[in-house]
């Protein structure tokens, strides 16, 4: 809808005056929400986790969708990994943290390396966009399957990584480099794998691109560590 107050309905475009209207921000849609009231929703296809986003009357409407806990597909197994070593489940070896570190390269490379994405395949039919300019026609056709409609995702192509995947990234670092520096002999893991500390700088490297910066502020909060101490 031209209007940014309104919303497609199958009687075209309609201004919503209590709220913000319903929207697609972030990979999610968002449902019609009243001022002051926040929409918390499931994070976009192939990432896990909830996402929020406000409806705040004195800043125009809908802010800015806050996606940090959002866990993409490729770093859930390396979550609960890092989960299971800060509760003391799981101790490192030679071959966990080998398999770790070259885990760890392939999902932060597979979802951050903006390399790998190619806008030119990225496609949209009939049903991907919100439109002003859709004819009655159009809206009778889907009149029958009208909420599927709504609720087709657009094909988004994500290059960036989430903040949990920052930081599970970032805590596996932590622990990868400071299980090494007390190894020495045969029991050192680059020792073991001739790739393993390309796969470490490879990680680090994606996520300290300064694109990251907000991310990072979050998670110094959280972890009183910050890019300077990777």
């Not at 770790?100 to 490379?109: E, I, K, P, V």
């Not at 951050?112 to 009655?136: P, Y």
């Amino acid at each position: 809808c031209s209007n940014s107050y309104a919303e497609v309905t199958l009687h075209g475009c309609e201004v919503v005056y209590e709220g913000c209207p319903k929207s697609f921000a972030a990979g999610v849609w968002w449902p019609r929400t009243v001022f002051a009231l926040s929409s918390i929703e499931n994070c976009p296809p192939k990432s896990r986790g909830k996402g929020s986003r406000l409806c705040d009357e004195t800043s125009g409407g809908w802010g800015v969708p806050n996606m940090f806990n959002c866990t993409s597909d490729p770093f859930w197994d390396l979550r609960k990994q890092l989960s299971a070593m800060e509760q003391g489940e799981l101790h490192l070896n030679t071959f966990v943290s080998v398999k770790m570190a070259s885990d760890l390269q392939h999902a932060t490379n597979v979802v951050g390396n903006s390399k790998n994405s190619n806008k030119k395949e990225a496609k949209f039919n009939d049903f991907s966009l919100e439109h002003s300019l859709m004819t009655r026609n159009r809206l009778k056709n889907v009149e029958n399957d009208f909420d599927n409609f709504l609720e087709f995702e657009y094909p988004v192509q994500q290059d960036r990584l989430y903040g949990a995947d920052l930081l599970v990234t970032e805590g596996i670092l932590h622990e990868l480099i400071g299980y090494e520096v007390m190894q020495s002999g045969l029991n050192l893991s680059h020792s073991q794998d001739k790739d393993y500390i390309r796969n470490l700088v490879e990680a680090a490297s994606i996520i300290l691109d300064e694109k990251y910066a907000p991310e990072w502020k979050r998670l110094k909060e959280l972890t009183t560590r910050g890019p300077n101490d990777l």
